[in-house]
């Protein structure tokens, strides 16, 4: 079946302007997280979402950052007032129920100039 | 707090010889811990997870890792080297009751020379 997708898989943008970053997940699956992966930061946990539960945003560097998932499937990553250090690629993964495993996305790579 | 490290940023190996990628990890509770490769441009893919069953754990493309709770490693291994092989190498722990969310190593960049 399917993969999870993500949308776009390239983004350019100037530094100030608002982007949304989209992420299909497995169909079924009830977990997704948004992980992030910077020259310097490595691959970093971003935030996840399990079912109708309240999201963990432990992981959100700015409150420029924000998502949400909509009737438990799509997910859009919002970035505002974007900043040249938010150039990174922008991974999404979800799992069947959150003590499983997670499948990634082929992540969208932001670029701010 | 759960952390990962991995030794070398950059491994060069020939083929047919064998792959060692190193990883250590902190966690406070019993970890799941996970190999993902990532190639060009693409997305991470599950090598092998161990979550507290057979300490050693086969993966795919002929991959292997041995969980050691004494030296808190769980390092890849792969018997012998193929062209194919040359991608990024990330470890990752997670823990069950943070909602399974991943810490990553640093990751492994292994390159494979004819």
């Known amino acids: 079946g399917a993969g999870v997708s993500q949308s776009p898989s390239n983004k350019v943008t100037e530094k100030g302007k608002d982007v949304e970053l989209r992420c299909d997940p497995i169909?079924?699956?009830?977990?997704l997280y948004w992980y992030r992966q910077s020259l310097g930061q490595g691959l970093e946990f971003l935030i996840y979402?399990?079912?109708?539960?309240?999201?963990?945003k432990s992981g959100l560097p700015s409150d420029r950052f924000s998502a949400e998932r909509t009737g438990g499937s799509v997910s859009t990553l919002t970035i505002q007032r974007t900043q040249q250090e938010d150039s990174a690629v922008y991974l999404c993964?979800?799992?069947?129920?959150?003590?499983?495993?997670?499948?990634f996305g082929p992540g969208t790579r932001l670029l701010v100039l | 707090a759960q952390s990962v490290t991995q030794l070398g940023s950059h491994v060069s190996v020939s083929e047919g010889a064998l792959v060692l990628l190193r990883c250590n990890y902190s966690?406070?509770?019993?970890?799941?811990l996970f190999w993902y490769v990532q190639y060009p441009n693409q997305g991470l893919q599950l090598l092998l997870k161990y979550t507290s069953a057979a300490t050693l754990v086969k993966g795919i493309n002929g991959f292997e890792a041995e969980f050691k709770k004494s030296e808190t490693s769980f390092h890849l291994t792969k018997p012998s080297a193929h062209m194919s092989d040359a991608a990024e190498y990330f470890c990752a722990v997670s823990e069950r009751a943070a909602g399974n969310k991943l810490t990553f190593g640093g990751g492994t960049r292994v390159l494979v020379k004819p």
């Open positions: 966690s406070s509770v019993p970890p799941y």
């Open positions: 993964a979800s799992s069947r129920t959150g003590l499983e495993t997670q499948y």
């Open positions: 979402f399990q079912g109708n539960s309240a999201p963990d």
């Open positions: 169909s079924g699956h009830t977990a």
